[in-house]
């Protein structure tokens, strides 16, 4: 997701539809990035914050991590999740900040061979 200040939710089921195994676990990776803003003169970027939220369906926040990205950087969030029961929700709570960010994360489930 690019050029957002409303990042995508990203909701999952890591319980399988086959009735088979459940997961070993899940990990998340979650990178944001406030791209360099280059402007007229003296025209710049700011810094946002934000919060990742892992939530069950349930509406609890399993696990989160709050941060703040200076222009031009990248914050990644990269985490392990052992409750393979119930939707979830990935967010990205844009806390404050006025300027745009460049999402990419990928929720992997992992099984035991």
């Known amino acids: ?3 957002t ?3 995508l ?3 999952f089921n890591p319980e399988p539809n086959n009735q088979g195994q459940h997961p ?3 990990e998340i ?3 944001v990035e406030n791209p360099a803003l280059i402007g007229s003169i003296g025209d710049s970027g700011q810094s946002v914050q934000l919060t990742w939220q892992l939530v069950d369906e349930l509406g609890d926040i399993c696990q989160s991590r709050n941060g703040q990205i200076n222009d031009g950087d990248t914050m990644m969030w990269q985490t392990l999740y ?3 029961y119930m939707e979830h929700e990935l967010r990205i709570l844009m806390d404050e900040g ?3 960010v460049n999402v990419n994360q990928s929720v992997s489930v992992l099984y035991d061979n």
């Open 1 to 3: 997701e690019t050029d």
């Open 5 to 7: 200040n409303n990042p």
């Open 9 to 11: 939710s990203i909701p």
């Open 24 to 26: 070993k676990m899940i």
């Open 29 to 31: 990776i979650s990178n």
């Open 82 to 84: 052992f409750n393979t």
């Open 98 to 100: 006025q300027d745009s």
